[in-house]
C-alpha cells in the first residue's frame, strides 16, 4: 500500500476539493468521493494531491486496475518516484495480473533499498514468490475438482474429510458455531450414503480436525477446553468396538501441551502419529511414536518441513512415505500453499508445491488422498458463503507411491460362520511383519506397498492353517484390492472315522529351481507349520511335494519326494518329533491346473500337508 502519500496542494481549489472528498470517505460515501476525485483529476490533470488522494481511494475498495494509470503519472512525474508508489504499482499490476509490469516495479522497488536493510532481503523472497508464482500460472497442473452429492454437502459448512479402507468417511460438519462430526459410507457404485451425526461422539464442545485409522477402528478428534484438557485444543482418541465408539480418551501429556493441538494424522500401521502444535509460538508439525502401548513425547519435524512460519493439517498416506501439509513459510503462491514430502533414506525429503490452481493466492486447507492415490479430496468455498468437499483426480507427479490392500474373512469350514483368526503378515524382502487380530465379522484389512512379496498365514485354535503368497513386486499401480475368504478345516479328535483330512496348500515354501534346497523365504512358513505341531501335540501330518510335466517323470517323482523331505527335516531341526512327519511325493501325477502355462505350471510346483488321523 501507498500509506499516508504526502499531499502537496496545488492551490486552494485542490485543498477543497480533496477535503471535500475525504469527508465524503468519512462518512463510508466511497461513490461521492471517488466521483468527485475523477471530477478533480479532468478538471487539474497536473494535480499530484488529487491523483494521490484517487489512487488512496481505489486502494482502499481493491480497485486495482483503476489505479494504476494515476501511479504510472505519480511515478514519471515526481521528482524522484517514492518507494510506496512503486511498490504500489507493482501490487496494481500483480492485481491486475499484469506479471511483466509487476516483475518490473518489484525490481525497481529492490534497487532503491539499501542491501544492508532486512527489507532488501524480503523483497528478494518477495520477488522469488513472484517469480513461482508467475510459472505455476504459466504451468497449470490437471484440476477437476467436483462437489461431493447433497447426502454430503448442504448448506452448512462440510471439510476435513477422512475415509477408511472400507469406505467409511468421518467428516466436520460446522453449524454456526459448533462443530460435530458426521459420518457417510461409499458404496460400490462409488456413491456416498446420507451423512448422519455420531451422536455417542458429538458433544457441546466443537469435535473436528479429526483423523479415522484405515480399519475405521480407530478416531482421533480435536476437541477444545474440555474439563481434562491440558490447555487448548487436546487431541483425544476412541475406539470402534462390537459396533459403537467408546468413551474418548485424552492421549495424555506426551501428546498434549497447554497449547493448541490438533489436526492429526496416523500411520496406516498405526503406530506413528503426527499431528499440528502451536507449543513453539508458531504451528509446527510433530510426530509420536506408538511404543508398548504407550504414545512417546512428540517431537518437531525438522526445518525441512517446519519453517518460521506455520505448517499444519499433515496427512501420512498409508504408502508411509508421501507427507502431505499446508504451509506458509515454504515456497508458494502467497498464502497457506499444500506441499508435499516424499520419505528418502528416513528423512523427509524437500517439499513440493501442489502447483496451481490447486493451490491459490488463497489460503489453501487440508487434503486427503485415497489409498490408492487417484484421488484427492478436500473443501472450498469456490467463491461461496460456505464450504464444501470436493473431490479431484490426483496429477501423475503428485501421487504417492502405489498401495493396495488385502481383505481377508475367515470362516469355519463347515458351520460357515466367521471365526475368530490370527493372522500375520510378512515382508519376505525385509522380514517386517503385521500381526493382526480378526474383528467380530471374521475381519481384517491390512495395507500392502508395492515392490514386495508378501507371505500370508491365516490360523485360529483347533484349525489347520491356510497360507497365501502375494507378488506385488512387479507392480506399479493398483486400482483393486486382495480380496480373500478364508476357509479354516477344525483338526478333528482322534475317534473320526477318516485318515487324514483335505490337503493345506504351503503356498509360502520356496526351493531353488530344479532343486530341493529350501530358500531362506521359506522360513515363514515353516514356522507356522512348526507352530501348528506344536500347539497340537498330538497331531501328525504328510507332507506331499509335487511338480509340473517339464522334464523326465522319475526325476519329477525324485525331485517331489526330495522336497518334501527336505521341509521335514526342516522341521524335525526345530524340534518336531521325526515320527509325527511322514514325507512323500507324487511328482507330476496330481496337477492342480494346466501345464500348458507359466502361470498353471507354477500352481502345480506346490508342496502342501494334511493332519492324519490314526
Excluded at 487431541?235 to 501441551?257: A, D, F, R
Excluded at 508421501?322 to 515454504?330: A, K, P, W
Excluded at 483338526?491 to 503356498?507: D, W
Amino acid at each position: 500500500m501507498i500509506g499516508a502519500l504526502s499531499a502537496q496542494v496545488d492551490d486552494s481549489k485542490v485543498l477543497k476539493l480533496v477535503n471535500k472528498a475525504k469527508a465524503f470517505q468519512a462518512k463510508n460515501k466511497q461513490q461521492k468521493a471517488t466521483a468527485l476525485l475523477e471530477q478533480g483529476v479532468a478538471k487539474f490533470p497536473s494535480s499530484l494531491a488529487i491523483r494521490k488522494a484517487l489512487v488512496l481511494n481505489y486502494l482502499g475498495k481493491e480497485g486495482w486496475s483503476e489505479a494504476i494509470p494515476h501511479l504510472e503519472y505519480l511515478k514519471t512525474h515526481s521528482e524522484t518516484p517514492t518507494i510506496k508508489v512503486l511498490y504500489s504499482l507493482y501490487l496494481a499490476h500483480r492485481k491486475s495480473d499484469n506479471g511483466s509490469e509487476a516483475l518490473a516495479n518489484l525490481e525497481e522497488v529492490i534497487a532503491l533499498v539499501p542491501t544492508n536493510q532486512d527489507k532488501h532481503q524480503n523483497l528478494l523472497n518477495e520477488r522469488k514468490q513472484y517469480m513461482f508464482y508467475l510459472d505455476a500460472i504459466a504451468n497449470p497442473v490437471a484440476f477437476n475438482p467436483k462437489p461431493l452429492s447433497g447426502n454430503v454437502n448442504t448448506e452448512q459448512l462440510e471439510y476435513l474429510p477422512s475415509i477408511a479402507l472400507d469406505g467409511t468417511m468421518i467428516f466436520t460438519r460446522r453449524n454456526g458455531s459448533q462443530e460435530d462430526l458426521y459420518q457417510s459410507n461409499l458404496d460400490s457404485l462409488s456413491q456416498f450414503s446420507i451423512a448422519y451425526a455420531l451422536e455417542n461422539i458429538n458433544t457441546a464442545y466443537n469435535e473436528g480436525a479429526h483423523c479415522l485409522s484405515a480399519d475405521a477402528k480407530t478416531l482421533l478428534i480435536s476437541i477444545d477446553h474440555r474439563r481434562d484438557s491440558y490447555g487448548s485444543f487436546d487431541i483425544y482418541m476412541t475406539q470402534h468396538v462390537e459396533g459403537q465408539w467408546l468413551p474418548i480418551k485424552n492421549l495424555g501429556p506426551n501428546i498434549n501441551s497447554r497449547h493448541w493441538d490438533a489436526q492429526p494424522c496416523l500411520s496406516a500401521d498405526g503406530k506413528t502419529l503426527y499431528f499440528a502444535s502451536k507449543r513453539s509460538g508458531n504451528k509446527d508439525i510433530y510426530k509420536s511414536e506408538l511404543v508398548g502401548g504407550e504414545w512417546q513425547p512428540a517431537v518437531a519435524l525438522d526445518s525441512t518441513i517446519n519453517t518460521t512460519k506455520d505448517e499444519a493439517s499433515p496427512f501420512l498416506h498409508p504408502d508411509s512415505r508421501t507427507l502431505y501439509f499446508r504451509s506458509n513459510g515454504h515456497l508458494g503462491m502467497g498464502d497457506f500453499d499444500i506441499f508435499l514430502s516424499r520419505m528418502e533414506e528416513g528423512q523427509w525429503g524437500t517439499p513440493i508445491n501442489l502447483g496451481y490452481p490447486i493451490n491459490t493466492e488463497a489460503s489453501e486447507g487440508a487434503l486427503f488422498v485415497d489409498i490408492f492415490g487417484e484421488k484427492a479430496y478436500y473443501a472450498s468455498d469456490f467463491g461461496r458463503d460456505n464450504l464444501d468437499i470436493f473431490s479431484f483426480d490426483l496429477p501423475t507427479e503428485l501421487k504417492p507411491e502405489p498401495v493396495t490392500y488385502t481383505t481377508i474373512k475367515v470362516i469355519d469350514e463347515e458351520t460357515q460362520e466367521s471365526i475368530s483368526a490370527i493372522i500375520t503378515i510378512q515382508a519376505l524382502e525385509d522380514g517386517n511383519e503385521y500381526n493382526l487380530q480378526t474383528n467380530a465379522e471374521g475381519v481384517v484389512n491390512q495395507i500392502l506397498n508395492t515392490g514386495h512379496t508378501y507371505a500370508v498365514n491365516v490360523s485360529a485354535a483347533e484349525y489347520a492353517f491356510h497360507s497365501e503368497f502375494i507378488d506385488l513386486v512387479e507392480e506399479a499401480s493398483l486400482a483393486k484390492p486382495y480380496l480373500y475368504t478364508v476357509i479354516l478345516s477344525r483338526i478333528m479328535p482322534q475317534e473320526v472315522e477318516v485318515s487324514e483330512s483335505e490337503p493345506t496348500i504351503l503356498n509360502n515354501i520356496f526351493f531353488e529351481s530344479g532343486s530341493y534346497t529350501l530358500l531362506p523365504t521359506s522360513n515363514f512358513e515353516i514356522n507356522q507349520l512348526y507352530k501348528l505341531l506344536q500347539d497340537n501335540p498330538k497331531t501328525t501330518i504328510k507332507v506331499i511335494g509335487h511338480t509340473d510335466d517339464i522334464g523326465r517323470e522319475e526325476d519329477n517323482l525324485t525331485l517331489s519326494k526330495n522336497r518334501a523331505n527336505a521341509v521335514k527335516q526342516a522341521l524335525v531341526a526345530k524340534g518336531i518329533d521325526t515320527i509325527r512327519i511322514e514325507a512323500i511325493g507324487r511328482g507330476e501325477s496330481q496337477p492342480i491346473d494346466t501345464n500348458d502355462t507359466a502361470e498353471g505350471r507354477e500352481s502345480n510346483r506346490r508342496t502342501e500337508f494334511v493332519i492324519l488321523y490314526r
